[in-house]
């Protein structure tokens, strides 16, 4: 239970504002415990990371705390903030996630997302432009020509790798 633990901590202290599923993924750690073990909550802990929304650098290092924590590594004491032309598969999941998540408001009121929505959210958030565009969830119809031709052109230059497994 002493993992269970660590993860209420850490997830205490950043104050996070907690989307429904990620409190019912805390939620659950007792029983994923019991039933599964150690390697069940470190499972489960992969799955509360991606529906987590950090926005400050404080729960950018909760984030990293908790990876550490579900791969049995040595927990971060400082937020290391990942490299701006490298991203790992869990980082471009997560502003996927949250991108998604937030921008799912805005199709209410438009049929497109424009340029300005992804700069929007990248300043919010404090992610790279780039990187919120390479994250990009949706599909071109859903996207206006400016921002097909941002994310294009991303992938021909090469601008961003992205680090898959990690």
Partial sequence: MDIIEQAYRIIKKANFELTP???????????????????GVRTQLLYIINNLIAKTPEQKLALQQLKALAEGKPIPKKYVP????????????QISDAFERWSEKLFTKKDVLSLSDFEKF????????????????WSDDALDEEVQYAIRRLYQTGKIKILWGE
Wanted: charged letters at 20%.
């Fill in 122 to 137: 990248a300043k919010l958030y404090g992610y790279p432009l780039d990187k919120v565009l390479v994250a990009n969830p």
């Fill in 82 to 93: 990942p490299s701006p032309n490298v991203m790992t598969e869990t980082e471009l999941t």
């Fill in 21 to 39: 599923i990620a409190k019912q993924y805390i939620d659950a750690l007792p029983a994923v415990y019991s039933r599964y073990g150690e390697k």
